[in-house]
């Protein structure tokens, strides 16, 4: 079955670090991934989505994401991250039935 | 209106009892998704409507879950017979056209609590 795994369920990182965020996808040959980000009291959001093409996409917010076939992943990147930045993040895969698969999540929290 | 709009944001109800949830997509939005994410997890899909039918409802848990959306805009979910483990964050989500081909905008979300 299709899965995506979010292998850290809780990241905190130190305002002005860096952040990578782990996805892992399951399907497809040619994955369809997305990265969403979700503030509290707000819908999810969309940051970014690689289809095809290059493998580094660059997204909203200063987020990008980068697509490695012999790894499975589609790790989501920001240089300096913000006090704003703290949200649940998750990654999914479109499957064939033209659904969105999610992963379980990363909840970001940012020490000033 | 600008977004998808859920209603309600809450609601609390009793074991046994019915529930109805709506969502009103983006105008224009011919595909409209539901949602349900648990807490402490990511969304899990339920159901999905390419205009007025229904595309694919393979995620709907149980017979207890119907969903319609019969002018292929507002869209209802409808919980019979509630149980406590169907307490959860229902989102729907519209797009402009198939998943793959744009984004999906989702809505807050309706936090279901049965007592």
């Known amino acids: 079955a299709q899965s995506v795994t979010q292998p850290d369920i809780h990241i905190t990182v130190s305002e002005g670090a860096s952040l990578e965020l782990r996805c892992n996808y399951s399907?497809?040959?040619?994955?369809?991934l997305f990265w969403y980000v979700q503030s509290p009291g707000q819908g999810l959001q969309l940051l970014l989505k690689y289809f095809s093409g290059d493998t580094l996409v660059q997204g909203i917010k200063g987020f990008e994401a980068e697509f490695k076939r012999s790894q499975s992943s589609f790790n989501l990147r920001k240089p300096s991250v913000h006090w704003s930045d703290a949200a649940e993040y998750f990654c999914?895969?479109?499957?064939?039935?033209?659904?969105?698969?999610f992963g379980g999540g990363t909840r970001l929290m940012v020490k000033p | 209106g600008a977004g998808v709009s859920q209603t309600p944001s809450n609601k609390v109800t009793e074991k046994g009892k019915y529930v109805e949830l709506r969502c009103d997509p983006i105008?224009?939005?011919?595909?409209l998704y539901w949602y349900r994410q648990s807490l402490g997890q990511g969304p899990e899909f339920l159901i999905y409507f390419q205009g007025t039918g229904a595309a694919d409802d393979s995620g709907l848990p149980n017979d207890r879950f119907f969903a319609v959306r019969p002018e292929g805009s507002v869209s209802t979910l409808k919980i019979q017979r509630t149980e406590r483990g169907d307490s959860a964050v229902y989102l729907c989500?519209?797009?402009?056209?198939?998943?793959?081909?744009?984004?999906?905008?989702f809505g807050e979300g309706s936090r279901l609590t049965v007592l």
């Open positions: 105008s224009g939005h011919t595909a």
């Open positions: 399907y497809g040959a040619t994955p369809y």
């Open positions: 999914a895969e479109l499957n064939a039935g033209n659904m969105l698969t």
């Open positions: 989500a519209s797009s402009l056209g198939l998943a793959y081909t744009g984004e999906l905008f």
